[in-house]
């Protein structure tokens, strides 16, 4: 090695030990609540506490337009979708700098008195980027120039589009894009990723669409895809769509938080006194209640599993729940309603009323915060009946929020 090839070596090195999120493994976030869509970052290295007025922000975006769309970070940009031009579009950013790239129009805007516009986040895939807006319509754009390759309509597909809209962020696995229209020719449809043709819908599966988004497990030795409307969770095989199980759950209005699986177990919950719920599912795959009550009663903030506990938000405070047994370990009602996601220890909770954030250690013991900023400037543009409800990410070193036009991001690497 030359000289000029150790210098670049020793840099490398030291830059790894000075800003460890960017060497640490799946930094990215390039979907939907992260790279296993569990809300939970595998970064290290980042901050365990905030100065008064929270960590330094980066940039600050101003053209997003109405929408509740998350970013979904890979490669060093940012997609997400909002509204523009009087459309729903796919917008893409310099996760560094914040800088606009480009934007592809997707379809119509769905209006509503809670908010205008894009719920559900982009998957990135290679080189394409998968998209869907509130109306169903679905695209594949390249990363490079946003030019649509392929599109589907949930409509076509047997799909009504759910009161508060298409929230769904469709998953892409293998070679199939996995979306749910709901409805009478299937709940659930694989698309060809290269060209969007239909390959299956789980005619065995036929509930109407509500505003989860699926998972994808192995389990009892097949690749299994686990989604829920609003009274039944439900698991088809991943090559053709057959039904393989499915649990009764007590939804109701609107049922919304991401399920959760772990070694054989899925874990559902819901607002409006619907509760929470934990199934087994057997070798054969039979399906066996382990508990269901009423510790987490979560609106749409959706919840984290770390080690052994669940947190989120349960409507009557923030709330550690013991993942095997469904007891709940503390609660804490000194914050305000609203979404959450993990990394490093922390968790990042974001009140959805007033646009603060706190930083909160991840532990059964108490509710132990450490740190808090609110989110300044704030949308001018949002619907008086909308709050902040984007979800956090945290993804290469930086926290990124949302509310409506507005997209923050913020150092947290530890100094």
Known sequence: MNCSHKTVALLFTLACFTHPPLCSANSDWPQWRGPDRTGVSKETGLQKSWPAGG??????YENA?????????????????????????????????????WFAKIGPIFSEGHGNGPRGTPTVDGDRVYAMGSHGNLVCASIGDGKIIWQQSLSDLGGRVPHWAYAESVLVDGDQVICTPGGSKGALAALEKKT?????????FKEPAHYSSVIAADLNGVRQYIQ?????????????GKLLWTSPFPGRTAVVPTPIYRDGYVYVTAGYGAGCKLVKIGPSNEVTDVYENKVMKNHHGGVVLVGDYIYGHADAGWTCQNF???EEVWNHRGF???AIAYADGM??????????????????KAWQERGRFKLDPQSKIRSSGGRVWTHPVISNGKLYLRDQELIYCYDIVKN
């Open 196 to 204: 969007g043709k239909l390959l299956w819908q789980s005619a065995e």
């Open 228 to 240: 829920r409307t609003e009274k039944v969770i439900a698991s088809v095989a991943s090559k053709d």
């Open 336 to 338: 305000g309603k609203g």
């Open 324 to 326: 095997k047994t469904g």
């Open 347 to 364: 968790l990042y909770c974001q009140d959805e009323s007033s646009g603060t954030i706190a930083l909160i250690e991840a532990s059964p």
């Open 65 to 101: 337009g109405e929408g509740y769309s998350g970013p979904a970070i890979v490669g060093g940009k940012l997609f997400t979708m909002g509204v523009r031009d009087g459309n729903e579009c796919l917008l893409v950013l310099d996760a560094n700098t914040g800088k606009e790239l």
């Open 55 to 60: 960590p330094k922000r980066i940039w600050l």
